[in-house]
C-alpha cells in the first residue's frame, strides 16, 4: 500500500500549535535558572521556593479548569490566540516584578496560558490530523515543549555565565523571565494562517467549512469528504453524550486511565528534575557553572529523545513506549538514589539522571498527551481532558512544591525512591490496562470502547 504524503498544511497548523508547546516549556522551567537568585534577593524559606515554582502550576490548573468549555464554545483556534497574548503579557510583567507577591501573580497567570495551550494544542493537533501520523504530530508539541525547556536552560546557562551572583540577584534572573516575550510574539504570528478544527466546525454547524479544511488535510477532495461523514456519523452515534456521561459505564474506564496516566506522568519525578536541576547538580557535588551546564544536557537529551520518539510512536506503538519506557526510568531512578544514599562521583548521578530522563523523553512525556487527545469520544474530548490535565497540573504542583521540603528533610536518595515506586507500578498498569491506539481513527477508537463496554471486544493485550 503507498504510504500518503503528509499535506504541507498540516504540517504548518502542527508547527504553528506546537510553538505553544515551546511556551509552556520556556515558562515552566525558566524558573529552574531563577530560583537559586531568587531565594537570595527575597530571603525564601524552603516553602517559599516551593511556592514560587510551582504558583506556575495553580495557573496551569485554572487553564486547563476553563479551556475545554472556551474551546467547545469559541473554538480550538480563537483559545490558542489568547493563550499566545496571556504568554507575552506574563513574561514581561514577570521580568519586570517589583516584589515576591508580584512575581507570584505573574507567574499565576502564565500557567493560566501553559493550562490552556497543553490541553487545546495537543486536542487542536489530533483533530487536524489523519489517522496514520496522528500520533507523529501530536508528539511535535511534546518536541517543542522540550526544544522550550533547552531553550531556556540555554538562554539561563548564557545570562548566569560570566556574570557576578550580584547582578543575577538583582538583574539576572528579570532577563531569564523576560526573554519569553519574543516567542509569544512568534506564536501569535504563526496562528494567523492557521484554520479552525472541521470537527469543531462540524459540531458547530459549519459543515461546508468543515469540508474545506478537511479538504486542505487530506490533499483529496474524496478522502476529505469521506472523512467528514465519519465524523458525522459519530456525532449521531454520541448526539445524547453529556458532561456525566463520563462517568457512565462506558466512559468511566476510559476516564480512569487519562487521570492515572497523567498521575503517573508527574509523579515519575521528571519535573522536579526539571525545575530544580541546578540545585540538584549542585547538591551532587557541582559547582554553580558545572551545575547550569550539567542542566543544559539535560535540555539536550530531553529534545533529542524526544524526535526519536517522532519516528517510533506510530511504529512501536504508544502501549510499548509508555510501558517499557517507565520500567527503564524507574530502574534508572533507583540508581540516582543510590548515588545519593553513597555519594557517588557527580559524573555517576548525571549520567542516571540522563539516562532517566531519556527513558521519560520516548515514553511518559509525549505518550500521555497523545493517548489524553485521542481516548475519549468527539463530544466530551474537550471536557475529558480538561479533568485529566487538571489532575496533571495539580499533581505536578505537588510535586513540585513538595521537593524542596522532602529533599530537605529526608534528602534526597529517598525522595528519589518515591519517584522509583510511582514509575514501577505506572509500568505495572500500562502493561495491564492500556490499549492500543496506534494507526486508529479517533472514531475508530471511540466505538472501541463502546464494543468493550458492551463485551463484544476483549481488552487489548498488544
Not at 524558573?31 to 517559599?48: C, D, E, P
Not at 516567542?183 to 492557521?194: D, K, Y
Amino acid at each position: 500500500m503507498k504510504k500518503k504524503k503528509i499535506s504541507s498544511y498540516v504540517i504548518l497548523i502542527s508547527c504553528a500549535a506546537a510553538l505553544g508547546g515551546l511556551l509552556f516549556g520556556y515558562d515552566t522551567a525558566v524558573i529552574s535558572g531563577a530560583v537559586g537568585f531568587l531565594q537570595i534577593k527575597f530571603a525564601l524559606s524552603s516553602a517559599a521556593v516551593g511556592w514560587v515554582t510551582s504558583c506556575i502550576l495553580i495557573g496551569c490548573a485554572i487553564g486547563v479548569t476553563i479551556a475545554g468549555v472556551l474551546s467547545d464554545k469559541f473554538g480550538r483556534k480563537k483559545i490558542l490566540v489568547l493563550s499566545a497574548i496571556i504568554f507575552a503579557g506574563s513574561s514581561l510583567g514577570a521580568g519586570l516584578a517589583g516584589s515576591y507577591t508580584t512575581l507570584v501573580i505573574w507567574r499565576i497567570l502564565a500557567g493560566i496560558g501553559i493550562g490552556l495551550t497543553s490541553l487545546i494544542t495537543p486536542l487542536y493537533i489530533a483533530e487536524m490530523a489523519p489517522a496514520d501520523v496522528r500520533g507523529k504530530l501530536v508528539t511535535v508539541n511534546q518536541l517543542a515543549i522540550t526544544i522550550g525547556i533547552f531553550v531556556v536552560y540555554f538562554v539561563n546557562a548564557a545570562i548566569v555565565s560570566g556574570s557576578t551572583q550580584a547582578w543575577n540577584v538583582s538583574t539576572g534572573w528579570r532577563w531569564m523571565m523576560g526573554v519569553g516575550v519574543l516567542p509569544s510574539v512568534l506564536f501569535l504570528l504563526a496562528l494567523i494562517p492557521a484554520g479552525e478544527s472541521p470537527r469543531w466546525l462540524q459540531q458547530h454547524g459549519h459543515k461546508d467549512a468543515a469540508l474545506a479544511v478537511l479538504k486542505r488535510v487530506e490533499g483529496d477532495d474524496t478522502a476529505a469528504q469521506t472523512q467528514l461523514d465519519d465524523i458525522v456519523a459519530s456525532e449521531k452515534i454520541v448526539d445524547d453524550t453529556s458532561f456525566r456521561d463520563l462517568f457512565s459505564k462506558t466512559w468511566l474506564p476510559v476516564l480512569m486511565i487519562g487521570v492515572l496516566l497523567a498521575i503517573f506522568q508527574q509523579f515519575s519525578g521528571s519535573n522536579a528534575i526539571m525545575y530544580y536541576a541546578p540545585e540538584i547538580f549542585k547538591g551532587a557535588g557541582f559547582g554553580q557553572n558545572g551545575a547550569f551546564m550539567a542542566t543544559v544536557s539535560i535540555g539536550v537529551i530531553n529534545m533529542v529523545i524526544t524526535v526519536v520518539s517522532l519516528g517510533l510512536v506510530d511504529k512501536v506503538g504508544r502501549k510499548a513506549l509508555l510501558g517499557w519506557g517507565s520500567f527503564a526510568m524507574s530502574l534508572c531512578l533507583l540508581v540516582v538514589a543510590v548515588c545519593f544514599f553513597i555519594q557517588a562521583p557527580g559524573a555517576v548521578t548525571l549520567t542516571f539522571i540522563l539516562l532517566a530522563i531519556a527513558s521519560y523523553a520516548i515514553s511518559l512525556a509525549p505518550v500521555t498527551w497523545i493517548m489524553l487527545s485521542e481516548i475519549f469520544p468527539s463530544k466530551i474530548r474537550g471536557r475529558a481532558m480538561s479533568i485529566c490535565t487538571l489532575i496533571l497540573w495539580l499533581s505536578d504542583f505537588t510535586l513540585s512544591y513538595t521537593f524542596p521540603i522532602l529533599t530537605k528533610n529526608i534528602g534526597e536518595g529517598w525522595t528519589f525512591m518515591l519517584y522509583v515506586a510511582v514509575t514501577m507500578i505506572a509500568a505495572i498498569f500500562i502493561w495491564r490496562k492500556v490499549p492500543e491506539t496506534k494507526g486508529k481513527s479517533l472514531e475508530e477508537i471511540e466505538m472501541y470502547w463502546r464494543q468493550k463496554s458492551e463485551g463484544s471486544v476483549e481488552t487489548a493485550k498488544e
